[in-house]
């Protein structure tokens, strides 16, 4: 089959390797589609997961299935699915929780072991959710990233008549804006310094969009009574807006974790504020489980706004073009590699 290998940082090679093997109680897919993610642009320039190269990464994906397991029983070949990336030991007190990146064994697809940058991946079928017929491949490719704020939302308690603040109007970032517009928050302010993303922010339900950092807390008190935002979300991955977001959250409000920094990078934090405040934070990255079936459920009901995430698209031979493009091409939220093109 062909795969796009990342040999080093910023250098794909597409070439031609084993199909996988598959257990028992694994399925084969044929991927048809693949996103790219923040977290893959990390691994692309050398900023994450750099110690697993070379690797195929990619982990937003759908597909069919080629081939099934002797054991699964659920699914049969032919099925278009998606699939669950994070793969636990599912016995474990974190796997039973659903908090499977805490895992010891845990991997995931495209980050610890081969992903979907390549005409088949292979993984266990228990991760694998059947589609309903009719949805798009192209908005079936956005099932995981859309856990992903469905997860964040769920775990910060995010709920209708809270005020969000999303700091980053990048992929991400307007999907969290869009969950939090679906759960009923308002307002819900974006902070990004582009304009066209914060204009796209808007278009997605955000109530203001802020692009010159300097006013950006006033404009956040402005909104809320003085009192600051219920909710703020990092989906940069910038200590500073980190720092930043410390000032703009109210007392007794959530600050969710989400943006993916360098590893040992730290941000003080005042422990008496938080303490006498009641302030709370929580990390959150990926979607898992329950996350991937209700990110599903909204996807396949038109829950979310995809145009501007499904607009741009290579094959899999243009890889590393569509890599080194995307931060020239603003206007698009998301850009997928075609599997069968």
Not at 112 to 131: E, K, N, S, T
Not at 322 to 338: D, M, N, S, V, Y
Request: glycine share 12%; with cysteine; hydrophobic share 45%.
């Amino acid at each position: 089959m062909k795969a796009a290998v990342l040999v080093e940082p910023r250098r794909f090679e597409v070439r031609e390797v084993g199909i996988p093997e598959i257990g028992p109680a694994d399925v084969l897919i044929r991927v048809t589609r693949a996103g790219i993610c923040g977290t893959d642009l990390h691994i692309f320039n050398g900023h994450y997961a750099a110690d697993r190269l070379p690797i195929v990464p990619g982990h937003e994906f759908c597909g069919t299935i080629a081939e099934i397991g002797a054991s699964v029983t659920h699914l049969k070949t032919g099925m278009r699915v998606v699939a669950d990336i994070n793969i636990g030991c599912g016995n474990c007190y974190w796997c039973r929780r659903n908090e499977v990146l805490n895992c010891g064994e845990v991997e995931q697809i495209g980050i610890g072991r081969d992903g979907a940058f390549a005409q088949y991946v292979a993984l266990p079928g228990r991760l694998v959710l059947p589609v309903p017929d009719g949805v798009p491949e192209a908005v079936l490719a956005l099932v995981e990233p859309v856990a992903c704020v469905v997860r964040a939302a769920r775990k910060a308690g995010a709920a209708f008549g809270r005020s969000g603040v999303v700091l980053g109007a990048g992929p991400i970032g307007n999907l969290h804006v869009q969950m939090m517009r679906l759960v009923g928050m308002a307002p819900i302010i974006v902070a990004d310094l582009s304009s066209e993303r914060c204009r796209m922010a808007v278009e997605a339900g955000a109530d203001a969009a802020v692009s010159e950092p300097a006013t950006l807390r006033s404009k956040v008190l402005e909104m809320t009574g003085g009192r600051g935002a219920d909710f703020v979300v990092e989906s940069v991955g910038s200590s500073k807006l980190y720092r930043q977001a410390f000032d703009l959250v109210r007392k007794g409000g959530h600050v969710a974790f989400f943006g993916i920094t360098p590893p040992g990078e730290t941000i003080p934090i005042e422990i008496l504020r938080t303490v006498l405040e009641e302030n709370s934070l929580k990390g959150s990255v990926a979607g898992m489980g329950e996350d991937m079936h209700d990110a599903l459920t909204l996807l396949s009901h038109g829950r979310f706004r995809t145009a501007a995430f499904t607009a741009a698209h290579y094959p899999l031979e243009r890889i590393q073009e569509a890599f080194e493009t995307i931060p020239a091409r603003t206007g698009h939220l998301k850009t997928q590699i075609l599997l069968d093109a």
